[in-house]
């Protein structure tokens, strides 16, 4: 489903859930809330908050769901927020696998992985087969720079077949560690299994075109790269830069040159990018 009908259905949802709480009286607040979390999982925290203020809040809450909750208040920039939820979700339930792990992403935010890494053993002994704990035990371990503990975990979830959003995931967490470790080619192969099933994604895009600009394909890069920027790119000037080192190889130059001003007016101190600008000042224009 793409973004445009993700979002849509997302507010038929949310209109019938209540509608029907009108009609019977009754709170359908945890469901919405379920909804709200569902679109922060494709980024859309504008979605949450509005299904969090339709709810009536969280803290009526259990622990599940001040765990879930805890973690677009972090992506929100509401830290202090999210820290108050996974404690209290912690206090109320700490031996539950979804808070166990909810409070090990949140570590993980915080750049505690291994601290995380601690409490995200803990719910995968609770859940050994859960695709998400796996998965984001294995981003941990990247952090680390672990790179071949981490690919075993992302295997491991790759195993459980999970959702194809957390798929998505894992594959472009396969393609970092394979990045890493200096195979761009299976890093662009991971990177196009996780755009054809994260379209919405920008920032998977990009890096699918950084891989292929890697290994010499230059036009599926460009493609790439273009989609990057449809989707409202969040580093536009390596996107532009990219871009230009793509037509450069091409012998493309007057294009180079347009895509590297454009990089360079996103970030004009950017030192590739003035280099990129003398090599292609001192080269014919075709």
Request: proline share 3%; charged share 30%; net charge neutral.
């Amino acid at each position: 489903m793409s973004g445009v009908l993700a979002r849509l259905w997302w507010w038929i949802r949310v209109g019938a859930l209540r509608i029907r709480g009108w009609a019977l009286r009754r709170d359908e607040g945890k469901a919405i809330l379920r909804l709200g979390c569902e679109a922060a999982q494709r980024h859309d925290l504008a979605a949450f908050f509005r299904a969090v203020d339709w709810a009536g809040g969280v803290s009526r809450s259990g622990p599940q769901m001040l765990a879930w909750c805890s973690l677009p208040y972090y992506d929100g920039d509401r830290k202090q927020e999210a820290a108050r939820l996974i404690t209290a979700a912690l206090e109320m339930a700490p031996n539950d696998a979804v808070v166990l792990g909810s409070y090990g992403m949140y570590l993980q935010n915080e750049g505690r992985f291994r601290e995380s890494i601690e409490y995200l053993e803990r719910a995968l002994a609770a859940r050994p087969t859960h695709p998400w704990t796996l998965r984001t035990l294995g981003d941990d371990w990247r952090c680390l720079g672990e790179w071949e503990q981490a690919r075993k975990y992302y295997l491991d979830a790759m195993r459980q077949k999970p959702d194809e959003d957390e798929a998505a995931v894992v594959e472009s967490g396969l393609a970092h560690v394979a990045a890493e470790m200096g195979d761009w080619s299976e890093a662009a192969q991971r990177w196009r299994k996780a755009a054809m099933r994260r379209s919405w994604d920008e920032e998977t895009w990009y890096n699918l075109g950084d891989a292929l600009l890697h290994i010499g394909d230059y036009r599926g890069a460009i493609k790439a790269l273009r989609k990057n920027l449809r989707l409202g790119s969040e580093q536009p000037a390596w996107s532009y830069y990219d871009l230009a080192r793509c037509y450069q190889q091409l012998g493309d130059v007057r294009r180079a040159r347009t895509y590297c001003e454009k990089a360079l007016e996103y970030a004009p101190n950017d030192e590739d990018a003035i280099e990129l600008k003398r090599e292609l000042a001192d080269a014919p224009a075709k």
